[in-house]
């Protein structure tokens, strides 16, 4: 059973950070493409960003571009979300994921293409 821990979540004010992680699945960490969803209550869980297995490669969600990175160290087996210039519309659950191997980056800014889950950690953002 592939395992994913988030951590890093908190209360935080308009216009600060946060840095989410999760620590990924065991000895294969490298084999797994890594993504970040969010969900806001009442809304669908929608994609945040996805690095690929040498983190090359990286996409975005529109809303995020150019305020939040995401970055993976394969030594540690440690994906990161860093979210800076942080508004009250981020405020949500946000979950890692992981898919076996990689495909095209674009191919994963669906929920659907990743099988693995962890169980979510909450950012708050105060106006």
């Known amino acids: 059973q592939v395992q994913l821990v988030e951590s890093g979540g908190g209360l935080v004010q308009a216009g600060g950070s946060l840095r989410l992680s999760c620590a990924g699945p065991?000895?294969?960490?490298?084999?797994?493409?890594m993504g970040w969803f969010r969900q806001a209550p009442g809304k669908e869980r929608e994609f945040v960003a996805v690095?690929?297995?040498?983190?090359?490669?990286?996409n975005y969600a529109d809303s995020v571009k150019g305020r939040f990175t995401i970055s993976r160290d394969n030594a540690k087996k440690i994906v990161y979300l860093q979210m800076n210039s942080l508004k009250p519309e981020d405020t949500a659950v946000y979950y890692c994921?992981?898919?076996?191997?990689?495909?095209?980056?674009?191919?994963?800014?669906?929920?659907?293409?990743?099988?693995?889950w962890g169980q979510g950690t909450q950012v708050t953002v105060s106006s």
């Open positions: 994921a992981a898919a076996i191997g990689y495909s095209s980056i674009n191919y994963y800014s669906r929920a659907n293409s990743f099988a693995y």
């Open positions: 690095i690929n297995l040498n983190g090359a490669n990286t």
């Open positions: 065991g000895r294969t960490f490298s084999s797994y493409t």
